[in-house]
């Protein structure tokens, strides 16, 4: 209990002390007023998306979703956003450990925290959207994993709003859950016409298409150097030209589909969707063009709460893996390399990042084949269609 203490206790005074710098100095080490640029600019009319690949690089519907805390301005707004997202996040892996550790989610609270945190360390100090992002794709597996697909298809579509990056996994999902498909195609179509209640809708359209050519624009960033496949292959003086990254991406695609597929088969009901999040997960960190440290928050995530089902074994679905379990706790530290120094840092920046998720993508395959947590011979059906 003492290291649960100790995880919670270091979790909530990081995150209080980010508010605090955030009312001191608002707008410092922050993307947050990026945000505000946006959802203000789109209701005033402005093209709040320029040239260039930079700037505000969201969809509209982006715009909708941080309005509220625009409205309140700097510090509040700011300070409120990352309440939320922070909040969020606490509570989806909060209610991950208790649906999968149900005698031991409270040990494991405090933990999977403080795992979580040197990789996200500086998505959180900045207010990165990925941090909500993160949370919602947690909670849309969790409701998966206990069949409400409404719920499910709700928090996807609110994930794509959020960034587009969540198509991965609300495309997955629609094609390894055929009762999830129409009801999240429904739900996207929604709040992506939403900003569109506009004043002037036909301005609004032509922003929207501002935005959408933003966002492919920013798809194809070019040869910067990003935390995806691209910069491990550049540890090895390797560049790839952009068709053989396409066919690499589409191909790594029908991987993470086959592999989808393979942990329905050989994988619990509530299992199964844990490692569509995993996957999820892991294909945005070495596939995603645009790539960057903080963005590994999400894969420390799904790091976390695989160690702590590694270490805390429960009930008689689960095999001890614990070295499998503490192998993963040195790699969550690892992740935290941009938060020790320069010494540590600059050799590793680019590569080291997705090295470790590549290591970390052996244990998923490995859970998705079955052999990491077991099918228990009591079906678990019911448990996982119902709120825990």
Not at 39 to 64: E, H, K, Q, R, T
Not at 254 to 275: E, I, N, P, V, W
Request: hydrophobic content about 55%.
């Amino acid at each position: 209990m003492l290291v649960t203490r100790i995880g919670i206790g270091v979790w909530l005074l990081f995150n209080l002390v980010i508010l605090v710098l955030v009312w001191r100095n608002p707008g410092v080490s922050s993307v947050v007023g990026n945000y505000q640029y946006g959802a203000l600019g789109w209701w005033a009319g402005n093209d709040v998306y320029g040239s260039g690949i930079d700037g505000f690089i969201y969809l509209p519907s982006f715009a909708l979703v941080y309005t509220p805390f625009a409205l309140l301005g700097e510090p509040w707004g700011d300070i409120l956003w990352r309440i939320v997202s922070v909040g969020l996040l606490t509570y989806a892996v909060w209610r991950a450990l208790r649906l999968y550790l149900p005698a031991h989610y409270v040990q494991a609270f405090g933990p999977a925290l403080l795992l979580i945190l040197p990789a996200g360390s500086a998505a959180l100090r900045n207010g990165q959207a990925s941090t909500l992002l993160v949370a919602l794709m947690l909670l849309a597996a969790l409701a998966i994993a206990e069949r409400r697909w409404w719920v499910a298809a709700l928090l996807l579509a609110l994930a794509f709003a959020t960034k587009p990056l969540a198509i991965v996994m609300l495309l997955l999902a629609s094609a390894l859950y055929r009762p999830l498909a129409l009801r999240l195609m429904l739900c996207t179509v929604i709040v992506l016409l939403l900003p569109l209640v506009n004043s002037d809708p036909l301005a609004a359209w032509h922003l929207y298409g501002l935005g959408v050519d933003k966002v492919l624009a920013s798809s194809m960033p070019g040869p910067r150097g990003w935390s995806d496949i691209t910069g491990l292959l550049g540890l090895f003086g390797l560049v790839l030209s952009p068709l053989a990254l396409t066919i690499l991406r589409v191909a790594s695609a029908l991987a993470t589909l086959l592999l989808g597929l393979l942990a329905r088969r050989r994988q619990d009901s509530a299992q199964a969707a844990l490692s569509l999040f995993a996957l999820s997960t892991s294909y945005l960190m070495l596939m995603s063009p645009r790539t960057e440290e903080n963005t590994y928050i999400m894969l420390a995530v799904s790091m976390a709460l695989f160690a702590m089902l590694l270490l805390w074994p429960d009930g008689p679905i689960y095999r001890a893996r614990t070295f499998g379990g503490w192998m993963i706790v040195a790699l969550c530290i690892a992740l935290g390399a941009h938060a020790y120094g320069n010494w540590i840092f600059r050799p590793t920046k680019l590569w080291l990042k997705p090295l470790i998720c590549i290591v970390f993508l052996a244990t998923v395959i490995q859970a998705c084949r079955g052999r990491l947590f077991q099918r228990s011979t009591l079906s678990i059906e019911p448990i996982a269609s119902s709120p825990t």
